[in-house]
């Protein structure tokens, strides 16, 4: 008799196949108008013409210098332009997320040339992921065998990340990094010419230049200047430190698929591992009463891996928890003329996929390309026309792995509905195939196939996958209800 699993496959894969015949093509753009904000400062237009009113002027002025902005300072500088960027804190910062960066955002940082700030931060290299559900487990690599034997993911402290940005940026003679906060951005009859700020001595100052890229982050003050903001919480990380111990399976990342939430595991340095547990909602158990520690011994630790569970109990027991709001935000600009949004700032997903920095790398990619022509910003209509098209050149990238990063939380949950249990246990399975089945997916989760049509592909192939595990031996009137409510997901 044939294997169950097999003829699902082989209906998932003939989905799959079908679907890689159709094309599609869309991106509208967007009028360049100028549109009345709260977070700007009007300016008399001939204060930006004036050179003695005591404000410097640029090409560009950056705020933020986080992984975006000391990214982008580096890219437009080694272009020549004059870059000023303010950022509010220039210490290394000390964060729990944006410590993964996927082979295809590696790749992006060969292109803007900063692989070097992966080294001597004694990053790790990741090859893959080990995915984990009900004591089973698989091992998902990345498919990187028509790439250069460099080529991998990369996994660090976020900090040490950003400093060696930061250093490479301002080793650029035309680049300026200071400590300042911007307190708004300057406008003039519908432009934005610059910025107000104040400096770390308390000093207020005014900036100018005919381009203004904020990249202040996910709690950005002047994101409201710039686009229409719909931030979701969906979740909380809590985090820990696992010290001194080697995964199951090397250089790779794990994902354990507990109830309620997934639970991350990936090294952040050659002694160190991170643990992410995602707690579903926007409030989680107190770390100061010791709820927290409670939860994460007695609902958390009895689904951690029974390999990977006496080093959890242990970074519990040792302190130092901490947590952090998972964002997501659509990106839904009011394009602006002299001004552009970018990173969390503009656009964040759920980090399960730890995409974020992938998404950033490759907007700078496309920001660099259109302003290269460019050599004089000050032409502000035909700057503004350059910028319309960004927002349309960046969605291949960032609508797959924002996308897939939403649906993947979701289908990684635990769920009451039954059909969502299903569809949670055909992914782990058709995962678990291997070869086409699970090099395309990791291919999207990487970055290094940001294709759309792609992604749909394989949604419609793990929920008929799902619908033919359903409907063998026999199917049933309940089963076929199931099935229905598999495509419906996609």
Not at 207 to 234: E, M, W
Request: with cysteine; net charge neutral; proline share 6%.
């Amino acid at each position: 008799m044939v294997d169950q699993n097999v003829l699902a496959a082989l209906f998932g894969f003939a989905i799959f196949y079908g679907f890689l015949i159709f094309r599609k093509a869309g991106g509208t753009r967007k009028s360049c108008l100028p549109e009345e904000t709260a977070a700007t400062t009007v300016i008399d237009g001939s204060e930006c013409r004036s050179k003695d009113g005591g404000g410097e002027y640029f090409d560009v002025i950056i705020v933020g210098a986080g992984v975006a902005g000391a990214a982008l300072a580096h890219t437009l500088g080694k272009d020549g332009r004059r870059v000023r960027v303010i950022e509010r804190d220039l210490t290394e910062p000390d964060r729990i997320v944006g410590e993964l960066l996927q082979p295809g955002g590696y790749l992006k940082l060969i292109e803007l040339g900063l692989e070097d700030c992966v080294e001597q931060i004694d990053s790790q290299r990741v090859f893959g992921y080990a995915l984990f559900k009900d004591g089973k487990s698989t091992r998902l690599s990345y498919p990187l065998e028509k790439f250069h034997s460099e080529i991998s993911g990369r996994s660090f402290h976020n900090g040490r990340f950003i400093q060696r940005m930061r250093e490479k940026a301002a080793s650029l003679p035309n680049v300026q990094l200071e400590q300042g906060t911007v307190a708004s951005l300057l406008e003039d009859e519908g432009t934005i010419r610059g910025v107000q700020y104040k400096t770390k001595s308390a000093e207020d100052l005014k900036a100018y230049a005919p381009l203004t890229i904020v990249c202040d982050g996910c709690f950005s003050n002047l994101r409201r200047s710039l686009c229409n903001p719909k931030v979701d919480v969906p979740s909380c990380f809590v985090g820990l430190v696992l010290e001194n111990f080697q995964l199951p399976f090397a250089n790779h990342g794990h994902v354990v698929l507990a109830d309620p939430s997934p639970i991350l595991f990936y090294p952040i340095s050659s002694t160190e591992i991170r643990c992410l547990v995602d707690v579903p909602g926007q409030k989680v158990p107190s770390v100061s009463n010791g709820e927290m520690e409670k939860y994460l011994k007695t609902v958390v630790a009895p689904q951690v891996p029974i390999e990977l569970r006496d080093a959890f109990i242990s970074a519990i027991e040792r302190g130092n928890i901490r947590t952090m709001p998972n964002r997501s935000m659509p990106a839904a600009p009011h394009p602006t003329p002299g001004a552009l949004l970018m990173g969390d700032a503009f656009n964040m997903r759920h980090p399960l996929t730890g995409g974020g920095m992938t998404v950033a790398l490759s907007d700078i990619v496309v920001l660099r390309n259109l302003l290269r022509p460019l050599h004089d910003l000050n032409d502000s209509s035909t700057l503004c026309k350059y910028l319309e098209s960004f927002y349309t050149l960046r969605k291949p990238v960032a609508s797959t792995i924002n996308t897939l990063a939403g649906a993947l939380y979701k289908v990684f949950s635990a769920s009451p509905d039954k059909a969502r249990n299903e569809m949670r246990q055909a992914c782990f399975d058709y995962l678990s195939l291997g070869g086409v089945f699970s090099d395309g997916p990791v291919s999207l989760l990487s970055g290094l196939n940001p294709r759309p049509l792609s992604l749909v592909c394989h949604f419609f192939a793990v929920a008929i996958y799902g619908i033919g595990r359903l409907m063998l031996p026999f199917p049933s009137p309940g089963r076929i209800w199931i099935g229905a409510r598999l495509i419906s997901f996609c």
